[in-house]
């Protein structure tokens, strides 16, 4: 079974910046949209960028202008470039992949801004 693996979390001042990866254990077939949720402690889970399979790229308003979403089709990887990160970034970032059959979540990373 095809599986979601990330990257590239970890605990960062604010005004840093972090890189998260996700990449698929083999491959997925009819790929359409991957995209990144977040988790914090004690709210809902959010979507915070996704892009279709034409590249294009969608953002909650809290995270444009600072976040940058990119993928890799031949590697189904899925990439969010986090700059100017602020406290209230903190939370758990999962990826997701929609596919035509099936959809596919990571198992999470966790994304730390200290103040």
């Known amino acids: 079974q095809v599986q979601l693996v990330e990257s590239g979390g970890g605990l960062v001042q604010a005004g840093g910046s972090l890189r998260l990866s996700c990449a698929a254990s083999?491959?997925?077939?009819?790929?359409?949209?991957m995209g990144w949720h977040r988790q914090a402690p004690g709210k809902q889970r959010e979507l915070v960028a996704s892009?279709?399979?034409?590249?294009?790229?969608h953002y909650v308003g809290s995270v444009k202008g600072r976040f940058t979403i990119s993928r890799d089709n031949a590697k189904n990887a899925v990439y969010l470039q986090m700059d100017s990160l602020k406290p209230e970034d903190t939370a758990v970032y999962y990826c997701?992949?929609?596919?035509?059959?099936?959809?596919?979540w990571g198992q999470g990373t966790q994304v730390t801004v200290s103040s």
């Open positions: 997701y992949a929609l596919a035509s059959l099936d959809n596919y």
């Open positions: 083999g491959t997925i077939f009819g790929l359409r949209a």
């Open positions: 892009i279709t399979s034409g590249d294009t790229p």
